[in-house]
């Protein structure tokens, strides 16, 4: 299990190193480069002179070296954490994710286990009363959850519930209150979650559905397999029946799915996080790309491919855990 | 072309078949009318929603203002939809008097000549017609009554006329769904954003289906270090939250509409080159491609002719789904204020200006455009997965 493990880190590697290429490649390959802008149209200079002053800026940057030289540089920083400094905040890049990126973590955490916890009961209870009415109420409802655009609820519950205009039962933005350093550990926590409910509802109730969608459905594959039936036949009751021997099989697709359920989540947490006002990475993202603050869009985009990754190797990890058929010592 | 009218038994084929199924269920049906209304809505936005009159009579001298003020792009439009129609009646009318095995040929002939007729037209349209920028008030001429007979069209605003003493209405009688914050008629803003939404949703996944059908051939059909490499480089692109990637390009180039989209269209082209590299997997040791290679057809012919269309099924159910993921991700970029320019309505853009920078929540402006969006994007999704319950072969039912 360890070897298999460690392999698979290792096996990130290259990843990481494809990733950080193509971040580089995406600033690179973009028209106009930081000198133009930093110049202008440049009025008063004459040619010659505007020429030289380009010359020397560039070199300045390092913009004056090949393409993969300048790759190399810049992956070199990168090892050592290093992502420049903001120009809008005026401080080291990597000190504004260390700041941000927990309270996206914690905000993509919550959310997740919400929906494991939610979806994986409801997703039996539907197989099992297949072609029932409440089955089929709960796969439409799923269905439009699945389809509603986040941006969409986010800007409804904003209004309805935080404004003004109607009623104003949550705050509207941030994480916490003026006041909340100030209060005890327990009063603090119902500070945070009261900020934090309607985020957390924005943030998993697609993934809560779509998960949903696919418990059931792998439940059904099992409740119609030949086992399920020998196992009734032998008299188990039908509880011990759908735990014990259908849920069991069906729970791999359920680990698999976190895979393409966290990327997800964490893409989506930029919209989320703008809506809200949440300082997190996503709104990181979101202020850097306004402000044209490319060192943090370059820092951001090559951190959310590590978390990505990382995302991957948990579900990995899992699976090979989950599904006693993985031999540990082969990889495909 | 040979067109046998006496014989029309020829068996039903796999995309009849496939028909049959999909056309079983009547929500699929319903779906597939609904997108088809929001196509012709998209079409004739400026005939449904302007502010210039069809028809009006100024000075005992008829005049059609509409027709004057429409743009090269809306002929353009019309054009494209006016070809697009003609060859699903074609498609049709083969299915009936043409031998099954003429039909690709024919088809093929089709689709070249309005391959041919479509852009010549488009470059025609833009060369001849001028911008002619028509700022006549004809509400106000009608009003004093300088003109008479006018007929203007359901929703008589234009997009981008601003009308800041009706700003900020709810829904009335006048504006049915209210006006934004420089007194624009939302329903109006809201037909015109059909076309941003659904042009965006069919050129990405047009670009991004088009890259993954090429990518996942190759690596499906060689194998090997070609299909090694080409893992390693999806295993990235799927590595990166989608959104995010698609923000990080989108912050260093410049925004524009076929930008996003282009953006959109290569962000998004892993799961159809996952789909096909798994079906060319399977069929790359089957006779008819052995016999292919075996006759020394090109390469291209190979995977394009012989082998695409027996693995393409998969990708075309990915392809609706995909319709929908993009109108999403368009609409909020929109959101985000990364999308088209304001002038210009887009949905995703309609809906941010709902809550106000007074912190007043103006829900016209937020629940009508959200609302376009979400039946939008639940009717493609609903159309995939009738699709692919559809092609499925395990669910259909022998015949």
Redesign the interface.
Known sequence: MTTYIIRRILLMI??ML??TI??FA??R???GDPVSLSMGPGGQLDAQRAADVRKARMALYGLDKPIHVQYAIWLKRVVKLDFGDSIKHHRPVIDLIAERLPVTITLNLISIVIIYVISIPLGILTAVRQGKFSDRASSVVL??L???????VG??L???FC????KHWFP?AGLSSNYADALPFFSWLADRLWHLALPVVCLSYSGFAYLTKQVRAGMLDNLRADYVRTARAKGLDNWTVIFRHAFRNSIIPVITIMATLL??M???S??IE?IFSIPGMGRL??E???T?D?NV??A??TT??F???IG?LLADIAYAIADPRISFEKIE | MKASTDNKNWGTSYGQLVWQQFSSSRLNKACLGFIIVLFTVAVLAPFIANDKPLVIRIGGKLHFPLFGALTANDYSVLLAAIIGVTLVFLFRRDSLRVDPFLRPAVMWRQISICAIILPAGIILLQVFIPRRLDATDYKAMTADGRATNAIFPAVPYGYGRTDIKNYQQPPSGRHWLGTDDVGSDVLCRLIHGTRISLSVGFVAVGISSVIGIIFGAIMGYFGGKIDFLGMRLLEIMMAVPTFFLIITIVAFFPRSLLNIMIIIGITSWTSDARFIRAEFFKLRNQDFVQAAISLGLPLRNILFRHMLPNGIAPVLVNVTFGVAGAIFIESALSFLGFGVAPPTPSWGQMLSAGVSTTGQFLWWLSFFPGLAIFFTVTAYNLLGEGLRDAIDPKLRKAV
Request: charged letters at 0%; zero cysteines; a positive charge.
């Open positions: 290259p990843t494809g990733i193509m971040v995406i600033s390959i973009a028209p269905f439009m699945w389809s509603l655009p986040s941006m969409w800007q409804m904003i209004g309805y404004g003004p205009t109607f509207p990327p997800a964490i893409g989506g930029v919209i703008s993202a979101f850097a790309i306004t044209r490319y869009v370059m951001v985009a959310a491919g978390l990505g990754l991957l």
